[in-house]
């Protein structure tokens, strides 16, 4: 059984730029969540995907947008990067309640400067 | 909307030890679940145990154990026998049983074991 595996682990970007980050889902769950965790706070929940389609989104900007396919992975695309983007981004995946709790991965660091 | 706190950014415990972290939450609602992960410095976040809050009797596994308090909105981790693998960020997370399926998370405790 596969876990849960984001690329790239640490990314460099400047204010302004787009950029875009991938997750592959643990084999059997259907649900991908992302969060984003800046330094010394807990995870804030992004938005989900169930089934190819947004199920919830967080308190975050139209400029954060995800995507998710057929066999489950997924991605998150932020654009026009600001200062403030910079976190540790974790993916997380469940089955479609998430009431066992979720499989996440190691994160993508991602510094803007 | 929903709240965590974690009110201990940092606790100690000597290896062998048991440690409690706290951890409070405010909802309107009956039905949701109560989960802590434990983030080590590899960043990868593992889930350490779950509670439903329908159910009164305290969540147990191995070593981790919770004492979940509905009333008073309570539900903190002990840890038996602390070993040095255990030091870690522990975070405490509130899952509604409807709408959204979003987590919320406290800010975390940053555990030490001390040798």
């Known amino acids: 059984e596969t876990g849960v595996t984001q690329s790239p682990t640490h990314l460099i970007k400047t204010r302004g730029q787009q950029v875009t980050l991938r997750c592959s889902s643990q084999s059997g769950h259907n649900t991908v969540s992302w969060y984003q965790q800046a330094l010394g706070q807990g ?3 992004i938005f989900q995907y169930y089934r190819e389609e947004e199920n919830g989104r967080g308190n975050f900007p139209p400029r954060f947008s995800g995507l998710q396919f057929p ?13 403030d983007d910079s976190a540790l981004y974790l993916c997380a ?21 | 909307a929903q709240t965590v706190t974690q009110s201990q950014p940092e606790m100690s415990v000597q290896e062998a030890e048991t440690v409690t972290l706290s951890c409070t939450y405010d909802t309107s609602e009956s039905d949701y679940y109560l989960f802590w992960y434990k983030q080590p410095p590899s960043r990868q976040m593992i889930l ?47 899952r509604s049983s409807s709408g959204t399926y979003k987590y919320i998370f406290g800010t975390g405790t940053r555990l030490k074991v001390l040798a």
């Open chain 1, 43 to 45: 995870p804030q929940f």
């Open chain 2, 48 to 94: 350490v145990i779950r509670q439903e809050a329908y159910k009164q009797q305290n969540a147990t596994e191995n070593r981790f154990s919770v004492n979940f308090q509905k009333a008073a909105k309570s539900f903190s981790l002990k840890i038996s026998d602390s070993q040095l693998g255990d030091a870690a960020m522990y975070f405490c997370a509130y």
């Open chain 1, 71 to 83: 066999n489950y992975s997924s991605e998150l695309n932020v654009n026009a990067l600001e200062l």
């Open chain 1, 93 to 113: 995946s469940s089955l479609r309640t998430g009431n066992y709790g979720y499989t996440f991965g190691s994160g993508t660091r991602l510094t803007v400067v």
